[in-house]
């Protein structure tokens, strides 16, 4: 019989080839940009942070400001084990029009953050044109290879795997961060936990779920520790990865 958490990942697999398997990897990273790049263009802001339809300058950023401060500043033993903010290099998954991005580079040396909606990342270009140690991509909703292949000392993403409708992109987001943080460091991030969401194959905004024992198994066949977990069955399913 198979261990717990090869189980689950093998089931997860079996849903997905069953339920989604005629849409590619490649055309759902398509339609996520498609649809990010539409959003970008209606209203960036709103759909980066719902609770407002009309985000000025400073109330936008000073958002992103709390958020780093609940997700980041008042977990720093994790975060940083030890070392200064201002030596690290961090990795952003997702930054959307740099909310958090801004944040981020007033806290750490040096930060590297990508986005699939070139829409997106040119909105987190200008706004971050100020900070000059913010280098800002646009992947292919798929992997991070267009991120140099250096040791980052942390990385973290908020509201954007929430998002993402396939488990093998999000699996090979996990696999790519892992390849890219250096040994022991964490990668913190938010998935879509209220498995009860409905959610189909090409639909960019309810993205799949991930229920509690998928988060270990995830975390185990992608070489992570699994160390602490917080809000499973809800929409704000907290991860702390440690690269073993």
């Known amino acids: 019989m198979l261990p717990g958490h090869r189980f689950a990942a093998a089931c997860r697999d079996l849903y997905y080839r069953l339920t989604r398997v005629r849409f590619s990897e490649a ?7 498609h649809d990010w790049n539409q959003r970008a263009r209606e209203n960036a802001r709103h759909f980066i942070a719902t609770a407002n339809t009309e985000w000025t300058d400073d109330e936008f ?4 400001e709390r958020n780093i401060d609940e997700w980041i ?7 940083c084990r030890g070392k200064a903010p201002r030596s690290m290099r961090v990795l952003e998954i997702g930054c959307g029009a740099g909310r958090l991005t801004r944040a981020l580079a007033g806290m750490f040396g040096e930060v590297h953050a990508v986005d699939v909606s070139g829409e997106m990342v040119q909105l987190a270009r200008s706004a971050l044109r100020d900070c000059p140690n913010v280098h800002v991509y646009q992947n292919n909703g798929m992997d991070l290879s267009v991120v140099p292949g250096i040791a980052f000392d942390f990385a973290f993403s908020a509201l954007v795997f929430q998002h993402i409708p396939s488990y093998p992109i999000i699996r090979n987001y996990v696999r790519e961060v892992n390849r890219l943080l250096a040994p022991g460091a964490l990668f913190k991030f938010q998935v879509r936990g209220n498995t009860k969401d409905a959610s189909g194959a090409m639909d ?18 992608s070489g992570f520790e699994p160390r602490y977990r917080v809000g499973a069955g809800t929409l704000e399913f907290w991860l702390w990865f440690f690269k073993r």
């Not at 500043?73 to 975060?79: A, K, L, P, S, T």
């Not at 905004?205 to 509690?212: R, S």
């Open 27 to 33: 055309q759902q990273a398509r339609k996520m940009e």
């Open 61 to 64: 950023y000073a958002s992103g």
């Open 73 to 79: 500043r008042n977990d720093m033993e994790n975060v």
């Open 204 to 221: 960019t905004w309810v993205g799949l779920a991930i229920a509690d024992e998928e988060a270990v198994a995830l975390a185990e066949e």
